[in-house]
């Protein structure tokens, strides 16, 4: 078998992968393409190590070392979501900026005195 077959669909998965990752809004659907990506470098470490004629299979055991850590990862981020989702409605990662870092806004000490200044006002 050449090695270019299983090199070029690994590149394909990935590269499918990385535009659902940097295209999509839903949670989910990053979640899923980033499992795609996982398994676009499974594919390549199974098949250089079948290239190598790797006597320890260094590459397939690496390869259940990622499959491992990819069931955590979805195990986790899928609870995430569904908390986020049960929470605020939506999955919809553009939406949710709670967390994001705020530049050239008050920060929180001046959102309270104004919101103090304000109750204040209307009182």
């Known amino acids: 078998m050449h090695l270019a077959y299983p090199a070029v669909l690994a590149a394909l998965l990935f590269s499918i992968g990385l535009y659902g990752v940097l295209a999509r809004r839903n949670a989910i659907l990053v979640l899923m393409s980033v499992e795609l990506m996982l398994n676009a470098v499974n594919l390549n470490l199974v098949a250089f190590d079948v290239w190598l004629r790797d006597k320890l299979h260094s590459g397939q055991a690496l390869t259940l070392f990622v499959i491992v850590i990819a069931a955590a990862e979805i195990g986790i981020g899928l609870a995430i979501v569904l908390l986020v989702y049960r929470n605020r409605g939506t999955a919809d990662v553009d939406k ?28």
């Open 96 to 123: 949710l900026t709670d967390l994001a870092e705020r530049t050239g806004g008050p920060g929180r000490e001046d959102q309270a005195e104004e919101a103090e200044k304000k109750a204040e006002a209307a009182a």
